[in-house]
């Protein structure tokens, strides 16, 4: 590893453009150069027949063992519906001050709850997301400021009420970090 | 509401992937997290460290998860137990929340569920923290607000009282009429741990020897004339909490006989009755008399005498204690104008410097009804010499029993001569001799100012 980066690793189809307005929202927040590149995973591999989503905890953990080596933090960013064991459904998860993190846009578009396809949504509810996720991978535990990018969310309509900023008192904790 | 301190969660599940996912996301929301892989390893665990909330799955093998919420409650009654189960039935739900689990949830939860569940437990961890604390607050307070004063006097009463309030110990209150013997009955009551229970007071000095009799240990519909139902007596009234007897100095010795045999056994048989009624009470006296010199005299038991004096606690009379005369008074204007609905007054320097000299036989209820009246009769801006009886006309002490008038009397009269003991006896129209027994009796002294 040369200089300490970002990977967002995606699995599976995104759009350049969409990615590009990621990558730029990230970068206002993390002090290090983000970089996108294209995983190979067989997804199908993670799929539960009986719950007919993908587990979570299986794809962290074979993220981190294959694609987190070459930089700081890495983010595998997918658009299957996860869950984890206990929970019906996540939208993402990551190892607290760990190296690696998912995030998923399967639960952010308006179709999903019968509405009317917003794409503006989408993509500002995924950057607050993978922004969130990367936060855990620092080490930031939810926070309590509402518009705090690290607030709690468990519904969509929770993520729409923060911003995709961090507070002061958690920006201040990633800045020095060391 | 503002969480004073982390909380701390321990995850029983014998599925690692649960006990991952939950270790994951409970730590995101920075809260201490602990797993076990079964009851057992969680009992150990709990056993030398402290969890505000377990969170644990219901089928696991080995010992399941509600036999462990039983042996958790055994072992630390007010944790927070959280059941999970992946087969939910109605049956294991209200069993679980029967054997005291806080709430119960079916595998696997939305993940508002689950914040919301966490949530409510930490309200309720805070909320019964804060109880304790306003608990404590109030238990410091109660009844301690009527004790008013500041001497040193009153400062070593009120340790005594904090200090007996902790155990069960029979008590004596010893002081002159109007000194406040029942309020530190009450204060001892309210801040020990027989609070939640009854306070029932009897004055024995009012009755006499069968309906005392009647009234401590209750009576069956016609035992006597007039007893037309059942009633339970005092003792009864007062299981787990106090009974307070004033003037117990006036009961008759066929009285003390059967308050000795109560107090010992803490069984009796209501009058006309004939079943053993038991009852867990304490007992606080209260005398006005010198009992020790009763017991000399052979009028009072000596074993019930020691029986209930195990603690004593003086108060001293208003007279040795004059520095709170001006904290008392302002304490009764405050109550009497707040009573009476009247803007609140204040008294002239002249009227406190003479009450801060007068004897006050009657004590500080003396003092409290001085105040009263001048409220009532002066006007309305401040209490002036004028309004106090001092001086123009006797104050009215509010004793009742005929002792307390006739010491209450003898001492104004001896302080009205000077303690001149033959002119005194004129003026009370006995001999000297008889004055000399009554001033004996009544344990009366010239006050030192």
Known sequence: MNQPSITLITFGHFEKDFLERVVEEVQCEYPYPIRIREGHLDLSEFHDAARRQYNGNSLLKEIDSRFSAESLKTLGLVSVDLFIPILTYIFGQAYLNGRTGIASLYRFSNEHYGMKKDEALLLDRFIKEVNHELGHTFGLIHCHIPTCVMRSSTYVEDIDQKSARLCASCRGKVRHLP | ?449
């Open chain 2, 1 to 449: 509401m503002i969480m004073a301190k982390k909380i701390s969660i321990l995850i029983v599940d014998d599925e690692e992937s649960v006990r991952d996912s939950l270790f994951n996301w409970f730590m995101e929301d920075g809260y201490r997290v602990e797993c076990a892989e079964n009851a057992k390893k969680a009992l150990s665990i709990l056993e030398s460290d402290h969890f505000d909330i377990i969170l644990a799955d219901i089928k696991m093998p080995g010992m399941d998860g509600l036999e462990m919420l039983r042996r958790i409650k055994l072992l630390k009654k007010d944790s927070i137990v959280i059941v999970m189960t992946a087969f939910a039935t109605v049956d294991t739900a209200v069993q679980a929340l029967k054997d005291g689990a806080f709430d119960y949830v079916t595998k696997p939860f939305d993940p508002d569920d689950l914040s919301h569940l966490i949530r409510n437990a930490s309200k309720q961890i805070a909320l019964s923290e804060e109880n304790e604390v306003l608990k404590a607050n109030v238990i410091s307070l109660e009844n301690v607000e009527d004790l008013v004063g500041t001497s040193q006097a009153m400062i070593k009463v009120l340790k005594q009282v904090e200090h007996v309030a902790q155990s069960d110990s029979s008590v004596i209150i010893t002081g002159e009429s109007g000194t406040g013997k029942e309020l530190i009955a009450k204060a001892i009551h309210s801040n020990s741990q027989r609070k939640f229970f009854p306070m029932v007071s009897v004055h024995c000095g009012a009755l006499t020897e069968s309906l005392l009799e009647s009234e401590l240990f209750g009576h069956e519909k016609g035992a006597f004339t007039g007893a037309m139902y059942n009633r339970k007596g005092r003792f009864e009234m007062a299981d787990g909490g106090t009974i307070f007897l004033d003037e117990i100095a006036t009961i008759s010795f066929k009285m003390q006989v059967e308050l000795l045999r109560v107090l010992e056994s803490k069984r009796f048989m209501r009058v006309g009755g004939n079943k053993e009624i038991s009852s867990d009470f304490r007992v606080i006296c209260a005398t006005n008399r010198d009992l020790k010199t009763m017991v000399r005299e052979g009028t009072f038991r000596e074993d019930l005498f020691y029986r209930l004096n195990v603690v004593n606690i003086h108060i001293p009379p208003l007279r040795e204690r004059v520095e709170d005369v001006p904290q008392l008074v302002q304490y009764f204007i405050r109550k009497y104008c707040s009573s009476m609905n009247k803007p609140l007054i204040s008294i002239d320097t002249a009227a406190l410097k003479r009450l801060e000299g007068f004897d006050f036989p009657g004590n500080v209820r003396e003092l409290e009804n001085m105040i009263e009246r001048a409220i009532v009769i002066g006007n309305g801006k401040d209490i002036r010499l004028k309004d106090l009886p001092i001086g123009t006309e006797a104050a009215e002490p509010s004793v009742e029993s005929l002792d307390d008038h006739e010491r209450i009397h003898i001492h104004q009269i001896l302080t009205k001569y000077n303690w001149n003991i033959s002119r005194s006896a004129k003026a009370l129209k006995v001999d000297r001799v008889t004055l000399y027994k009554k001033i004996k009796k009544y344990d009366l002294k010239p006050a030192s100012r």
